[in-house]
């Protein structure tokens, strides 16, 4: 199926932890990034990368740091979490051009105790 | 600073009604909007896309309309269905480096009772 694809569904660590989030795309998209739903349900970009070029970081603390093996790919790295952290973090995709729209993955749902 | 609202955050409805939900986003220097369903515990859906120079989309049941001027789109629901319950975001993509960058509402939680 062509979809983008995040692992794991579901992650439960504890606070100082580190921990990585997986994405995938097989839509042949040049732009990923990563946005965070907070418990009001809000979305918020968090990042975005452009054939594997860093090109939106939103005020996110440097915890949090992407990378981008590949323009397939773009996964997210969280160190010393923290109780705030604790929310759905979704990937998207898209094509370059602005006149496409976004494809999301199922979300990973991460809990900080 | 773009700033995108819906209205209302909930609605309940009995199945079979016509029903519309609104989104309004303060600056109307916009590539395109987006409407999205989310599911409870799922990801987001793509409904509808329309681009800035369009007035509406249709699909199925569905019909977004956007009137960029005044900042402003509807999510129309024809002849609801309880499967319709979900919640409908929408998103609008604005100028950000040279690819753009969502930016979404909180919302309309929709319940249609059998």
């Known amino acids: 199926d062509t979809a983008v694809s995040q692992t794991p569904k579901y992650l439960v660590t504890q606070m100082g932890n580190d921990k990585s989030i997986k994405c995938e795309q097989n839509?042949?998209?040049?732009?990923m990034y990563w946005y965070k739903q907070d418990s009001k349900k809000f979305l918020k970009i968090m990042f975005s990368?452009?054939?594997?070029?860093?090109?939106i970081n939103e005020t996110v603390p440097n915890r949090f740091s992407p990378k981008s093996p590949d323009k397939a790919h773009l996964n997210l790295h969280i160190n010393s979490l923290e109780l705030g952290d604790s929310a759905v973090y979704f990937c998207?995709?898209?094509?370059?051009?602005?006149?496409?729209?976004?494809?999301f993955g199922s979300g990973t749902r991460l809990t900080v105790v | 600073k773009q700033e995108v609202t819906q209205i209302p955050a909930a609605l309940s409805v009995p199945e079979g009604e016509n029903l519309v939900l609104n989104c309004s986003f303060t600056?109307?220097?916009?590539?395109?909007l987006q409407w999205f369903r989310q599911d409870p515990g799922k990801g987001l859906t793509s409904l509808l896309l329309i681009q800035s120079s369009q007035r509406e989309q249709t699909s199925g049941r569905l019909n977004a309309s956007l009137d960029k001027s005044s900042g402003r789109s509807t999510l129309y629901i024809a002849a609801s269905q309880p499967g319709d319950s979900a919640t409908y975001l929408c998103?609008?993509?604005?100028?950000?480096?040279?690819?753009?960058?969502?930016?979404f509402g909180q919302g309309t939680t929709l319940q249609v009772k059998p």
């Open positions: 998207a995709s898209s094509q370059d051009s602005i006149y496409y729209g976004y494809t």
């Open positions: 998103a609008v993509r604005v100028r950000s480096s040279n690819t753009g960058k969502l930016i």
């Open positions: 990368y452009n054939n594997k070029e860093l090109i």
């Open positions: 600056d109307s220097a916009i590539y395109n």
């Open positions: 839509l042949g998209h040049d732009t």
